[in-house]
Each structure stands twice: as C-alpha cells, then as structure tokens.
C-alpha cells in the first residue's frame, strides 16, 4: 500500500526487544544465584546444550548494591542480597571495559544518543514506509535500551549466554538483537526496493 506506515513495527519490536532482554536478564540471574549457594567460583551456570552453550550467572564479590532508590532494582535477581551481578564495563567483547566507569560513562551516552537518533530519523515519514528498516532500527533500538537500563542501573552490562566450545564472549539478548538489527540494515540497504511515494496532494479543481 503506497505510503504505509510501519512505525508500530519499529516501536512493537523495540518493545519486544527491550522487555525480553530485561525479563531474561532478571529471571537468569535470579535462577542461577540459587540464594547465594554457589557450585562453582563466581556463580554457577546451567548447561543448554552439553559441551557447546550454557547460562552463566557470574557475580562480583567486590560489588554491592547501594542502599538508595536503585536497591530493589539492583538485588532483585539476587533474593534480596547485597551482591551484584558480575557486568560488562565497555561493549562488544568486552572493548573499553578496563576503564570501568568512564567506559560505562561513555556507551551509556553513546546509547542514549544512538537511542535518539533511531527515533528522530526511524519515525520520520520516509524512513517510516520502509518495513525492513523499521524493523531493524526496532531491534537496534530495543537492544540499545537494553544494555543502556543495565549501565543506569548496574554500573554495567549483565551478560549470561556463553558458547564455551569455542570461548565466544559472554552475551545477552540485547546483544543479539543489535546484531540481528544491523544484519537486517545491511541487508535492507543492499537489496530491498526504494520505498512506495506518498500519494501527491490533488489539487482542487477550479
């Protein structure tokens, strides 16, 4: 339909997006903490698929939660318990993540505006009739919103899904909706279709 709007699209699956990563980042580690009895240094981990993939819900013995507003956020995962979650200070991999706070500082600002962006240019009105680019800035966005709640929040990313065969970095949900976002804005830039016109204005006859 020529100048259709998919900006439900991109706001549906950012929705969906953000709520699965946060829903999955508390239940995991409120899961795996097992109030606080750990099998293994750290934490303990759940083994999905035996010898390649498993959960991992790491701790950080140095860290506690503070005692403020952000408390019941902090230890819910934890049952309560001052202990926080073990997180990613940078990004991707681990990239600026020995700096700690002025790496969490600086991807949570780059979140923010990467954030804004998406929603000033996403929700404009040619960007908008494109169903491919909603959908991959949608899931750009929710994954960004994602790992920007947990720097507010934790200090830093909390990652739990580990590919142990062959030693991928730790990782999230909102990590792969980001990676799922941009292959989808690489593919929709290479081969989807200019988008349909708008229909013209008719102007009244005389």
Not at 148 to 168: A, K, T
Request: charged letters at 10%.
């Amino acid at each position: 339909m020529p100048g259709r709007s998919y900006r439900w699209l991109l706001l549906g699956l950012a929705a969906f997006a953000l709520t699965a990563d946060l829903t999955s980042k508390y239940g995991v580690f409120r899961w795996l903490y097992a109030h606080g009895q750990f099998q293994e240094p750290g934490g303990n981990s759940h083994d999905v698929v035996p010898g390649w993939f498993k959960l991992i819900g790491q701790v950080d013995p140095n860290a506690t939660a503070d005692a403020g507003a952000l408390n019941a956020l902090q230890t819910w995962s934890t049952h309560g318990d001052p202990v926080m979650p073990r997180v990613n200070h940078g990004a991707l991999f681990g990239m600026g993540g020995g700096a700690k706070g002025m790496a969490n500082a600086f991807f949570a600002t780059v979140s923010l505006v990467a954030a804004t962006a998406i929603l000033t240019w996403g929700l404009r009105g040619a960007p908008s009739r494109e169903r491919w680019l909603s959908a991959a800035l949608g899931l750009i966005l929710g994954g960004t919103l994602g790992n920007f709640y947990d720097r507010l929040v934790f200090g830093g990313v909390r990652d739990f899904m580990y590919f142990y065969y062959i030693e991928w970095p730790v990782f999230n949900f909102a990590d792969c909706c980001l990676v799922v976002g941009a292959a989808l804005l690489l593919l929709q830039a290479a081969f989807a279709p200019p988008p349909p016109a708008a229909p013209a204005a008719v102007a009244p006859k005389a």
